[in-house]
């Protein structure tokens, strides 16, 4: 055993006579050029536009990848991409849309992009032109389409006319809807590598010469205004299954890899992380302000790994669900600011009044139905819910200014939320203190349980939120609290199911979760109320005619405004919900990386990638 | 026996197709694919649901749909099976066969390292009855059993990575910790090798001014930025472990053995130079098995030549060494890279990574650096594991080897005039290996089914991420996956230590009933 002590002896002496002179590495890193972006999801594919593929993270790529004609900025406005090309209205009836691509753009393979290259956007959005092809009905239960696309069913689906037409020097393409849609910038066409999709359809494995991807480009426009089926199936096959992969190395076929955005993808490991590298053809968007060669994506899952790899300086931007502890652990590392961004979604609690429209559920509860008493009971239990409490002891830890949520149809930093909030008398009929407003309950309640007080409830009320989440267990706990004042017995029920069984089934009274914008649509905060997509059987004529006026004609931000405001205004009197409070979230950056601005939609993080440097 | 193992297997499949009926209901009862969908403002969100109830078969009733899903399975019979497709895209067995490695080289490592420490300190702590030193391993084993992995993991991260790569940016141990260090290298020295007399005293002294030796000249090469071994610290070492090896196997004084292990020590370092260039031609993973190959080859041939009569115990002594010696110089090899490592701008200066299970993506680098990246990601969570699970070890191989040391067989031993060494190693450690044995195999098919928690942590891709994503994406086809893998595994595990410890002990009879 004394060995053990020779090795020991060993090692040092070993040490000394491997003496080797040598020269000290000095330990400053070189001007960082990555930006390494923390994603919980794992990429499963590279074109988001597929069924089942519209991860977050596969969008995030797609948008890294490839410059459409418009963004949205972290305000929400929607921005035009003039580095790409423009387009404008040039007929309001009928309503058509010019799309033009500036001369001199290119793919990363050196193909200049041209108009042929939006026309694939109309076969991946319209049904008729699916089901004239030949490329089978994507409404068709049983039998997916060639292209299984998640564009259809959209407003362009609903509204386009015909074909877009292709100018003759192929550079502008013409867009006719049978009205002026609202969405119209949203759902128009935007540029594909189509000479990369007959490549890959013909079996090919490398990128080929611009004069052989002008020709592919050219069998596809013969073949799309020949609705040539038998073609376009083949490049449906590679449109909807060659890009679902989430290994991306050296054997990946380069074609898949093509785009024209500034940074295409260079590999992918299942597991770990995307890295993506400059393309050096970029020029279809702003021009890139730094010198950022690469920005690559990790898989943490974990909040605090991945704030412990930020400390690490592993990774350089770190977004997340947070909770107070992380946002203390975040703001406790020395090397990276905190940003407190709020989310697009919203808390809320919502009281049923109906079975779930469509359903052959029933619903019998206290809150059923019309009459004053349910009404009363539904207000009383509204009244007595402790919102500001919930703000004040859950929400504030993490954002200090977070506020209580008083609309139903804007966030709080819209600048309509005032007079919408003034027009629905939100403040006048749920305001107050939470005693006053406990009072208030307890009155409405003693009028049809005259014996009911806080230590003898006059009924229950069963209500369902998510399981495994902490802050919703921590909310449903203060509201049985301050509804036990008011003489309402809260039976609250955390279930995995909550959104099938929970929401829909009409067994229970009430339900508590969040709606989460998704898009600027002006006529989606609406929908959550109208008569057909409510889960609490709620139905109001009046809403259902603002919504379909909001589908069909663009309003101007006032105006739409006011709208909302009547939306509001009918929730709040029927007494069926209250929005609580807005998402917090918080991100972490390393100090270094200038330009970093968090938006609310999608693409959350890397919507400015262009204003990013070190 | 044969009858047996097919009564066996027919238990295996019932048990599974009971088992994944009731979970796939049970999962598809309690859960909700559509539930993102469901809250989804999107105007084309009705199309989107019919689209994933189209590919989930959502309107089947659950019990049917086990069915659907269990054609496919059974499909394999055919050669047309199928596990389905995953939520996120992509198959369920591209997604396993991705993650079963994965789980793997996690978990190897640390269950081999852990099996190793964990039994030979349980050893010394049961030689050592009711020592300090046995006190204190049962001490530590009990701390380290009950600290919560995720704990460890912050704190592993916390020191051995954040703080221990600023500490690389200007590489110099302090006085304060070479003392420190000094001293509890002395302590856990004295410890291991006496009780608590004159001896203590000297072993205390010698360990303790060595490893300050050490560190102070670990500080004088700067070796912590350029970490080096060489011809002479590969002699040096490798007739450390010679000696060593020797002495616990066979005895010092088995001078034939002894000889033999230096000449193996004396090969190695001929082939110092032969084997440098040898390491840098292509096809690495051949190289590298020619080389273990020809180490195995040369040790036998030590063995056989310079064994004498009993030339078994050389054989075997001889090869242990060489293998060593092999570590060694690979381990001298990753050294050489190291510097040019710590320079890659993937690695920005911080070698300890804490997540992930490789980071090098940019730059277009050699099988070393590779390999030296793969080992710097294991580093933290080997540790975390190792710590977590040789408590275990300890605990049981002293318990066992205890009880082992009371049997009359062992007093017959030493009434034979057998050496200790010989009594210890040959009669008792052998029969400790025998329950021993089936908790290893457990073990191993445990690996497969994954550390959830560390995995999570750690930033791995392995089973149990696989499981706990699949269960908080409701992701049906995937959980099924997974539960088939590591379901058969448990079983087949528990069947295989079963037929083992048969083998092993003969007093246990397999299928004596018949």
């Known amino acids: 055993m004394k060995k053990a002590k020779i090795a020991r002896a060993g090692l040092a002496i070993a040490a000394a006579g491997a003496l080797i002179a040598g020269t000290t590495v000095p330990a400053n890193a070189a001007k960082r050029t990555t930006v390494v972006i923390v994603t919980s999801n794992e990429l499963s594919g590279l074109n988001s536009s597929v069924s089942g593929y519209n991860l977050t993270i596969n969008g995030d790529v797609g948008y890294l990848s490839g410059n459409g004609f418009n963004y949205y900025d972290n305000k929400k406005v929607l921005q035009k991409n003039t580095a790409l090309g423009s387009y404008k209205i040039i007929s309001q009836k009928p309503f058509k849309v010019q799309y033009t691509v500036n001369k001199g753009r290119v793919w990363s393979d050196g193909t200049p992009i041209t108009g042929v290259d939006l026309l694939l956007s109309h076969v991946l959005a319209s049904t008729t032109y699916s089901v004239a092809a030949g490329l089978g009905d994507p409404n068709d239960a049983e039998q997916t389409p060639a292209f299984d696309s998640l564009g259809y069913g959209g407003a362009y689906d609903e509204h386009h006319v015909g074909l877009p037409t292709l100018s003759a020097d192929k550079m502008t393409v013409t867009v006719e809807y049978d009205a002026a849609i609202p969405d119209w910038e949203i759902v128009g066409p935007g540029p594909s590598p189509v000479h990369t999709l007959v490549h890959l359809a013909a079996g090919k494995t490398k990128l080929q010469s611009v004069s052989a991807n002008e020709a592919a480009r050219a069998q596809f426009e013969k073949a799309f205004n020949a609705y040539n089926g038998k073609f376009l199936k083949g490049l449906g096959a590679v449109w909807s299954k060659s890009y679902n992969v989430n290994k991306v190395d050296s054997s990946t076929n380069p074609l898949l890899l093509v785009g024209n955005g500034a940074y295409l993808v260079k590999s992918i490991t299942p597991g770990q992380g995307i890295s993506m590298v400059r393309n050096a053809r970029y020029n279809s968007g702003p021009a890139l302000r730094?010198?950022?060669?690469?920005?690559?994506?990790?898989?943490?899952?974990?909040?605090?790994?991945?704030?412990?790899?930020?400390?690490?300086?592993?990774?350089?931007?770190?977004?997340?669900?947070?909770?107070?502890?992380?946002?203390?652990?975040?703001?406790?590392?020395?090397?990276?600011?905190?940003?407190?961004?709020?989310?697009?979604?919203?808390?809320?609690?919502?009281?049923?009044?109906?079975?779930?429209?469509?359903?052959?559920?029933?619903?019998?509860?206290?809150?059923?139905?019309?009459?004053?008493?349910?009404?009363?009971?539904?207000?009383?239990?509204?009244?007595?819910?402790?919102?500001?409490?919930?703000?004040?002891?859950?929400?504030?830890?993490?954002?200090?200014?977070?506020?209580?949520?008083?609309?139903?149809?804007?966030?709080?930093?819209?600048?309509?939320?005032?007079?919408?909030?003034?027009?629905?008398?939100?403040?006048?009929?749920?305001?107050?203190?939470?005693?006053?407003?406990?009072?208030?309950?307890?009155?409405?309640?003693?009028?049809?349980?005259?014996?009911?007080?806080?230590?003898?409830?006059?009924?229950?009320?069963?209500?369902?939120?998510?399981?495994?989440?902490?802050r919703r267990a921590s909310e449903a706990q203060l509201a049985k609290a301050a509804l036990a004042k008011a003489g309402i017995n809260l039976l609250p029920t955390a279930a995995t199911n909550w959104s099938s069984v929970g929401i829909i089934s009409g067994d229970y009274d009430a339900e508590f979760f969040a709606w989460c914008q998704t898009s600027t649509s002006a006529a989606s905060p609406v929908g959550t109320y109208a008569t057909e997509d409510n889960y609490q059987g709620y139905a109001n004529k009046k809403i259902d005619d603002i919504y379909a006026k909001l589908k069909a004609k663009a309003y101007s931000f006032e105006e739409t405004g006011k709208l909302y405001a009547q939306v509001d205004k009918e929730v709040v009197d029927a007494s069926i919900s209250l929005p609580i409070f807005q998402f917090p979230g918080v991100t972490g950056v390393n100090k270094q990386l200038k330009g970093i601005k968090p938006a609310l939609l999608s693409p959350l993080l890397v919507w400015n990638y262009w204003e990013w440097r070190y | 026996?044969?009858?047996?193992?097919?009564?066996?297997?027919?238990?295996?499949?019932?048990?599974?197709?009971?088992?994944?009926?009731?979970?796939?209901?049970?999962?598809?009862?309690?859960?909700?694919?559509?539930?993102?969908?469901?809250?989804?403002?999107?105007?084309?969100?009705?199309?989107?649901?019919?689209?994933?109830?189209?590919?989930?078969?959502?309107?089947?009733?659950?019990?049917?749909?086990?069915?659907?899903?269990?054609?496919?399975?059974?499909?394999?019979?055919?050669?047309?099976?199928?596990?389905?497709?995953?939520?996120?895209?992509?198959?369920?067995?591209?997604?396993?066969?991705?993650?079963?490695?994965?789980?793997?080289?996690?978990?190897?490592?640390?269950?081999?390292?852990?099996?190793?420490?964990?039994?030979?300190?349980?050893?010394?702590?049961?030689?050592?009855?009711?020592?300090?030193?046995?006190?204190?391993?049962?001490?530590?084993?009990?701390?380290?059993?009950?600290?919560?992995?995720?704990?460890?993991?912050?704190?592993?991260?916390?020191?051995?990575?954040?703080?221990?790569?600023?500490?690389?940016?200007?590489?110099?141990?302090?006085?304060?910790?070479?003392?420190?260090?000094?001293?509890?290298?002395?302590?856990?020295?004295?410890?291991?090798?006496?009780?608590?007399?004159?001896?203590?005293?000297?072993?205390?002294?010698?360990?303790?001014?060595?490893?300050?030796?050490?560190?102070?000249?670990?500080?004088?090469?700067?070796?912590?930025?350029?970490?080096?071994?060489?011809?002479?610290?590969?002699?040096?070492?490798?007739?450390?472990?010679?000696?060593?090896?020797?002495?616990?196997?066979?005895?010092?004084?088995?001078?034939?053995?002894?000889?033999?292990?230096?000449?193996?020590?004396?090969?190695?370092?001929?082939?110092?130079?032969?084997?440098?260039?040898?390491?840098?031609?292509?096809?690495?993973?051949?190289?590298?098995?020619?080389?273990?190959?020809?180490?195995?080859?040369?040790?036998?041939?030590?063995?056989?030549?310079?064994?004498?009569?009993?030339?078994?115990?050389?054989?075997?002594?001889?090869?242990?060494?060489?293998?060593?010696?092999?570590?060694?110089?690979?381990?001298?090899?990753?050294?050489?890279?190291?510097?040019?490592?710590?320079?890659?701008?993937?690695v920005n200066y911080r070698p300890i990574p804490t997540i992930g299970d490789g980071r090098i993506w940019l730059e277009p680098v050699g099988y070393w650096i590779r390999f030296l990246d793969s080992l710097t990601h294991l580093v933290l969570p080997t540790l975390a594991l190792t710590l977590i699970s040789f408590a275990g070890y300890i605990r049981f191989s002293r318990g066992t080897l205890l009880e082992v040391l009371n049997q009359d067989y062992i007093r017959t031993a030493r009434s034979k005039g057998l050496t200790e060494r010989t009594v210890i190693m040959r009669h008792a450690f052998r029969n400790t290996m025998i329950p021993m044995t089936t908790i290893l195999v457990v073990d191993f098919a445990g690996i497969i089914g994954g550390a959830i928690i560390t995995e999570r942590v750690f930033g791995w891709r392995g089973m149990g991420t696989l499981f706990n994503s699949a269960i908080t994406n409701m992701d049906l086809n995937l959980l099924m996956g997974v539960f088939l893998v590591t379901g058969t595994l448990a079983v087949l595990a528990n069947l295989i230590a079963d037929l083992l410890y048969s083998v092993m002990d003969p007093r246990v009879r397999v299928g004596a009933g018949n």
Not at chain 2, 14 to 29: C, D, E, M, P, R
Not at chain 2, 251 to 266: F, H, M, N, P, Y
Request: proline share 4%; aromatic share 12%; glycine share 8%.
């Open chain 1, 290 to 470: 730094g010198n950022i060669k690469s920005i690559q994506f990790r898989y943490i899952k974990d909040g605090t790994a991945a704030a412990q790899a930020l400390r690490n300086k592993e990774i350089d931007v770190y977004s997340g669900q947070p909770t107070a502890d992380s946002v203390a652990l975040l703001k406790s590392i020395p090397t990276a600011k905190v940003i407190s961004v709020n989310e697009g979604c919203y808390e809320h609690i919502d009281l049923n009044v109906g079975p779930t429209y469509g359903t052959d559920y029933t619903y019998n509860g206290v809150f059923a139905g019309d009459s004053q008493k349910a009404k009363d009971l539904r207000t009383a239990t509204l009244l007595a819910w402790p919102r500001q409490q919930i703000v004040d002891t859950i929400i504030k830890p993490i954002n200090k200014n977070a506020v209580l949520m008083n609309t139903f149809t804007v966030l709080p930093n819209d600048p309509r939320a005032e007079s919408i909030m003034k027009a629905s008398g939100i403040n006048t009929k749920f305001g107050g203190s939470q005693s006053e407003r406990e009072a208030k309950a307890l009155a409405l309640v003693q009028k049809y349980y005259p014996s009911a007080s806080a230590s003898n409830p006059g009924f229950d009320v069963t209500v369902v939120h998510a399981a495994n989440n902490a």
């Open chain 2, 1 to 346: 026996m044969v009858g047996y193992i097919f009564r066996r297997l027919g238990v295996l499949i019932i048990i599974l197709f009971g088992s994944s009926f009731l979970l796939y209901n049970l999962t598809a009862i309690s859960s909700d694919p559509l539930e993102g969908l469901r809250l989804s403002r999107d105007e084309n969100a009705k199309f989107q649901i019919a689209a994933l109830t189209r590919t989930l078969s959502l309107d089947v009733p659950p019990p049917l749909r086990y069915f659907i899903w269990l054609r496919g399975v059974l499909g394999y019979l055919v050669g047309q099976g199928t596990l389905g497709a995953t939520r996120e895209g992509g198959t369920v067995v591209e997604q396993i066969s991705q993650a079963i490695p994965v789980s793997i080289r996690l978990v190897f490592m640390a269950t081999i390292i852990a099996i190793i420490l964990g039994i030979s300190l349980g050893i010394i702590s049961a030689l050592r009855q009711y020592s300090r030193f046995d006190y204190s391993m049962t001490f530590a084993a009990f701390l380290m059993f009950s600290l919560p992995i995720f704990w460890v993991a912050v704190l592993l991260k916390q020191f051995l990575a954040i703080e221990f790569n600023d500490f690389l940016g200007d590489p110099n141990i302090s006085l304060p910790w070479m003392i420190i260090i000094s001293i509890f290298s002395g302590i856990f020295w004295s410890g291991i090798l006496s009780l608590l007399d004159r001896r203590a005293y000297i072993t205390f002294a010698l360990a303790s001014s060595l490893t300050f030796f050490t560190l102070f000249l670990i500080n004088y090469l700067n070796w912590l930025e350029r970490p080096r071994l060489g011809v002479i610290g590969l002699a040096i070492i490798g007739s450390a472990f010679a000696f060593a090896i020797t002495a616990i196997s066979v005895g010092i004084e088995d001078r034939k053995t002894l000889r033999a292990s230096l000449t193996a020590v004396l090969v190695g370092l001929a082939f110092y130079y032969p084997v440098q260039v040898a390491f840098k031609w292509p096809n690495h993973n051949w190289v590298l098995l020619g080389l273990a190959l020809l180490t195995f080859l040369s040790a036998n041939l030590i063995g056989r030549v310079m064994g004498g009569e009993d030339k078994g115990p050389t054989i075997r002594t001889v090869t242990i060494v060489s293998v060593i010696f092999g570590i060694l110089t690979i381990l001298d090899r990753l050294m050489q890279v190291w510097p040019r490592y710590v320079r890659l701008s993937d």
